[in-house]
């Protein structure tokens, strides 16, 4: 069993900052990609950012250039910097991990999903 808890979450107005963190405790093995993901009501969940062991990332096309995300593998942490906050970036988000970054974006996820972290931007 693997828990993730996410956090960092908050209101902030349009043009702001937030920095996301995941961490994941409990029987965790080589994790070569992790990711961030958001989640609106009637939405699917969707990928925003990947990062492998290597330290490789895609990001989704809205959030490239202000989202950017990091890991520290020691930890089985994972971190999203998000700048330029904009309303449509209000989400939950949620971070997971994948056997390899090409899976990500289709939700072949490794671990059951947390809570998340809202986040809402204020226009």
């Known amino acids: 069993q693997v828990q993730v808890v996410e956090s960092g979450g908050g209101l902030v107005q349009a043009g702001g900052s937030l920095r996301l963190s995941c961490s994941a405790s409990g029987r965790i093995f080589s994790i070569n990609a992790m990711g961030w993901f958001r989640q609106t009501p009637g939405k699917q969940r969707e990928l925003v950012a990947a990062i492998t062991s290597g330290g490789n990332t895609n990001y989704a096309d809205s959030v490239k250039g202000r989202f950017t995300i990091s890991r520290d593998n020691a930890k089985n942490t994972v971190y999203l910097q998000m700048n330029s906050l904009k309303p449509e970036d209000t989400a939950v988000y949620y971070c997971?991990?994948?056997?390899?970054?090409?899976?990500?974006?289709?939700?072949?996820?490794?671990?059951?999903w947390g809570q998340g972290t809202q986040v809402t931007v204020s226009s």
């Open positions: 997971n991990a994948g056997s390899n970054i090409d899976v990500l974006p289709r939700r072949w996820v490794l671990w059951s």
